[in-house]
């Protein structure tokens, strides 16, 4: 029989850019496409995605795209998948289907996409395939787990999901979860996150009762903050808001649009007059608002930060505003909530953090009670720990055990391992798929892949060198001095001996290379100021610089660099030398030619004010060329002419 085969092109050893394939014959399942975000002030990079190349290959075959839910790691790599393959239909649940409109349309991307609202009884057939659905409970209103049913057996991926007895928002569909199980289920992949934590999570019942009893205590304004991707919680608080005849403001883009999806959708059902604009604030007694805002997690950039430094253009925290936290912090981002905190306590404002205050936050994802009794419900053959790292993946592994697993059942798969499915039975077969990743840096996509997140970290921790050497290739000698700039590599004023030192190095180098060697490249010389300076510096200053060598060649050493605003940077080293020229033919110069020296020398030149000069220089030159000929095609010559007399390129 023809294998069913299952693959992850993310979430797979990982938490973010969930993306599991599975494909049969003709048919290709694909269960959500997230982002996995990164922190971005290391690396100046949003997030990452798959490499969507083998679904563009196979893009005839694909069926659908299947959502679990509307949270980013699971849809945020929608609006980059459908740019690059075809995608006819996407399958969401129906608050997931307005965050990706919501997407589309700030991304500006007009598709023919059909959506169809995944409702739980609803059972999509293709063929010999059908994939339906079972309700459950998550952090997001609207969460589904997805069976995929093939010729080769039945597999399901639980989404992102939870227990919980006494929810805010959907029930557990339990019955439906024992009926699955009761058919005969091949593979399970569930949500790894919390596999490390025992017991059972909290039910968000608890939590609502704790924000409850402080919003009740609270004698100035309440504040709250937390994930904006939580609008189970977000509606709970809204209507704990109307119920004790406050107001309610948002601040935060995702918490805005979260808000507004709920409200149109019919999830976050209070009176028109509850959720007030900002602009309206100033209307109100401190006493009757609760402000909700993103920042719990000390983003600088977020609401919550700006009110902590007294900048928020709405909020000013007094004396006695309550502030809680219904979050907790994410690895890492500890350091950054600490400070926050601390600004906050100086309005003299009252702040409840989770943990020491109570249940403040719980988080949406099932601990390992809830895990044996998925198990317990389901009885998969085989089992795949998917949307947790490697640790988590092996716990979890742990637990299909005790709960009657076999362990040769429990596969730990890599990202682009091809699983295949035969007659009730997996196998992990030779076949690899390049899964990327592909990095978002602002609106672009970037396959260059890990090289530039290394190279940003290392930049931002030792910093870079731009050493730049200039050669005359005609008479093969280097002209003037090499020049080193130091951008956060060291300070240079206590380094200047090193910095001499390190420019001998490279000028003595360079030297040798283009006197004895006939073929020598450019690569090669910037490999070799690498090669010096690299050790040079380490053994100096025990730091890996990051090193950028520049060659730039001059073939008419008496054309003049003011032509070349390019130049600015080497600017100083060039008119070094072609004043030492000049010297050397018009020896009655001499005191004109020594007096500029010495003045650029004393760096009396000022950078800016010599700028502008080129610039001027530049246009009336152009505008000269421009005038001089009606002839189109003859300017164009011209103005290509006066760029070739531009003396120096750099060779990249
Ligand atoms: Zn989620
Ligand atoms: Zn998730």
């Keep these: 029989m023809t294998p069913t085969k299952i693959f992850g092109l993310g979430g797979m050893q990982e938490i973010g850019k969930s993306t599991l394939i599975i494909e049969h014959g003709n048919h290709i399942f694909i269960i959500d496409t997230g982002i996995k975000f990164c922190d971005t002030f290391t690396t100046g990079i949003n997030g990452s995605i798959p490499d969507y190349t083998y679904l563009k290959d196979n893009q005839d075959k694909i069926e659908g795209l299947f959502i679990t839910h509307g949270h980013e790691d699971h849809i945020g790599g929608v609006p980059y998948l459908v740019q690059q ?90 019955n439906r979860l024992k009926e699955i199980g009761d058919q005969g289920l091949d593979v399970l992949f569930s949500d790894s996150t919390n596999a490390m934590r025992p017991n059972h999570s909290p039910s968000e019942s608890d939590i609502l009762e704790d924000i409850g009893k402080y919003m009740k205590e ?5 504040i709250i903050t937390l994930f904006a991707s939580n609008l189970t919680r977000i509606k709970a608080i809204i209507e704990l808001a109307a119920q004790m005849g ?57 609401g919550l930060a700006k009110m902590s430094y007294g900048k928020h253009p709405y909020v000013t925290i007094k004396n006695n505003d309550m502030i809680i936290f219904s979050s907790s912090p994410i690895p890492g981002n500890r350091s950054k909530i600490e400070l926050l905190v601390n600004r906050l306590y100086k309005y003299g404002a009252i702040i409840k953090e989770n943990g020491v205050d109570g249940y403040l936050h719980t988080s949406g994802h099932a601990y390992m009670d809830e895990h044996r009794k998925i198990f317990e419900l389901t009885k998969p053959k085989y089992f795949m720990p998917y949307h947790g790292e490697y640790r988590m993946s092996v716990v979890h592994g742990h637990t299909a055990v005790e709960s009657g697993v076999n362990p040769d059942n429990i596969l730990v798969a890599k990202l682009g391992d091809v699983y295949h499915l035969v007659d009730h039975k997996v196998y992990l077969s030779d076949e690899k798929v390049y899964f990327g990743p592909v990095f978002i840096d602002g609106n672009i996509l970037s396959k260059t892949n890990a090289n530039i997140m290394k190279e940003r970290m ?16 005609q008479k093969n000698v280097i002209l003037g001095k090499p020049r080193i700039v130091s951008r956060g590599a060291f300070f240079v004023k206590n380094s200047l001996h090193l910095i001499e030192e390190a420019k001998r190095i490279i000028h003595g180098a360079i030297l040798y290379v283009i006197k004895n060697t006939n073929d020598w490249t450019v690569p090669q010389l910037k490999q070799l100021m690498i090669d010096r300076l690299a050790p040079f510096f380490y053994k100096n200053k025990r730091r890996n610089v990051v090193i950028l060598p520049t060659i730039l060649f001059t073939d008419h050493h008496k054309a003049k660099i003011d032509d070349n605003p390019e130049l600015d940077e080497f ?50 030159s152009a505008n000269k060329t421009l005038t001089e000929s009606d002839n189109k095609a003859d300017t164009k010559k011209k103005v290509k002419r006066v760029k070739k007399e531009v003396i120096v390129k750099e060779d990249e």
């Design 246 to 302: 406050k107001k309610v403001v948002a601040f935060g883009r995702s918490m805005i649009d979260g808000i507004d999806i709920g409200t149109k959708l019919g999830y976050i059902n209070v009176a028109n007059d509850i959720i007030i604009d900002k602009k309206a604030i100033s209307k109100y007694g401190e006493n009757e608002l609760v402000i909700l805002t993103t920042g719990s997690q000390g983003e600088e950039l977020a």
């Design 218 to 222: 609270a004698t100035g304004k309440i």
């Design 458 to 473: 290392e930049l931002g921790q030792n910093g870079f060198l731009h050493a730049i050497i200039a050669i005359n290739k």
């Design 85 to 174: 393959v075809d995608v006819k239909r996407i399958f969401a649940p129906r608050i997931a289907i307005q965050y990706l409109k919501l997407k589309f349309d700030n991304m500006k991307i007009k598709t023919k996409i059909e959506f169809i609202e995944i409702e739980k009884d609803l059972v999509a057939t293709f063929d010999d395939c059908s994939v339906d659905f079972w309700t459950a409970q998550h952090s997001i209103p609207d969460a589904f787990g997805i069976r995929v049913s093939t010729p080769n057996g039945k597999l399901m991926m639980t989404g992102d999901f939870r227990f919980d007895y006494t929810p805010i928002g959907n029930l557990t569909d339990f």
């Design 571 to 620: 600017g100083d080293l060039m008119l070094e030398y072609n004043l030492e020229q000049e010297l050397k033919n018009h020896p009655e110069k001499k005191k004109e030619i020594l007096a500029k020296l010495k003045e650029m020398k004393s760096k009396k030149v000022k950078k800016s004010s010599s700028k502008e000069v080129i610039k001027k220089e530049r246009k009336t």
